[in-house]
């Protein structure tokens, strides 16, 4: 069964699947997870190799290389039980079969080994993972723009994803912030970003730590009538987060989203009601002065009479 599982997961996602790796960053890393098993494969090259093997056969693995993918196979396993997104399943995978490839190759000759390892590294530095290009309700400020959007109307109830680029975790949280925001923008509920590995100024205010150390990226802020009420994840006295998994079945439960849609939409039938009748005042109206009553001004002028 924990082998059917993941299985139909994959089935199950395998047109977004195959979306992905049509991208030219998943293919050049596709080839690169599959280096050593090319290597050792291939006619003309594999009889070239040295092997530990005791029938003497170079174009198959030994017994310690199959160890070692063995043991990769382990760590992706537990790795993708966390994860969340088609992204990060890929992510892992193509991070671990690197660090797989990368000793394979220099347990087979260190040319080699380092040959690869300067592949990686010009990978790494000339090569970004594809960003999210779907649809969004989201506004993206910036350090100028934020506390004026924030502050601008007491009556709206703020989400705001603190951020960095360069973050597998906040490239990878991106679908999920973006379907939250399809779902639940609404006129007294908007979803924000703030990049604050491009804002420094931003991160010092907020309290949110770029460090990848701290692990606090990303980063989610409710923010009503201008100033935060919750955030996700939390940090501790040492400025590191606490373990949170940013599922959308966590977030809805945790910052209540459906009750803040419910009471947020109510915003959207006020603000049409303003033009069909005036706004009610919050202070009570001031009583009158009331003037005095025809029979009491009837019976004075009798009594005057009598006196007369």
């Known amino acids: 069964m924990a082998l059917l599982t993941p299985l139909f997961a994959f089935l199950y996602h395998l047109p977004q699947v195959y979306k992905w790796l049509l991208k030219p960053y998943y293919i050049a890393s596709l080839f690169m997870c599959v280096a050593f098993l090319l290597v050792r494969k291939t006619p003309g090259i594999c009889e070239h190799l040295s092997t530990q093997r005791e029938d ?24 993708n039980r966390r994860a969340i997104t088609i992204e990060q399943h890929l992510g892992n995978i193509i991070l671990f ?15 080699l080994g380092l040959l690869y390892l300067t592949l990686c590294i010009v990978f790494l530095m000339t090569c970004k993972p594809p960003l999210y290009m779907g649809p969004e309700y989201i506004k993206y ?33 991106a679908s999920v912030y973006a379907d939250l925001s399809l779902k639940y923008n609404c006129a007294g509920l908007k979803f924000g970003k703030v990049d604050i590995g491009r804002y420094s100024e931003v991160s010092k205010k907020y309290r949110v730590s770029t460090s990848p150390l701290s692990k ?5 802020v409710l923010f009503q009538g201008g100033k935060e009420v919750m955030r996700r994840p939390q940090v501790d006295k040492k400025g590191r987060a606490v373990s949170w998994t940013f599922t959308e079945e966590n977030i809805i439960r945790e910052f209540n989203l459906n009750e803040l849609y419910q009471k947020s939409k109510k915003l959207d039938k006020t603000k049409g009601e303003k033009f069909e009748r005036p706004t009610e005042s919050v202070f009570a109206p001031v009583p009158e002065e009331e003037e005095p009553e025809a029979e009491t001004i009837t019976a004075m002028d009798t009594e005057s009479k009598k006196d007369k």
């Open 141 to 173: 400020f910036s350090d100028k723009t934020i506390d004026d959007e924030l502050e601008k109307d007491n009556r709206v109830t703020w989400i705001v994803e603190f951020f960095a680029n360069w973050s597998p975790e906040c490239q990878s949280f």
């Open 97 to 111: 079969s690197k660090v797989a490839n990368v000793i394979l190759f220099f347990r087979l000759d260190i040319r």
């Open 216 to 220: 606090q990226l990303p980063s989610l």
């Open 56 to 79: 003497g056969n170079s174009c198959d693995f030994d017994w310690r290389e199959v160890e070692i993918l063995m043991f990769l196979s382990a760590i992706v396993m537990m790795k």
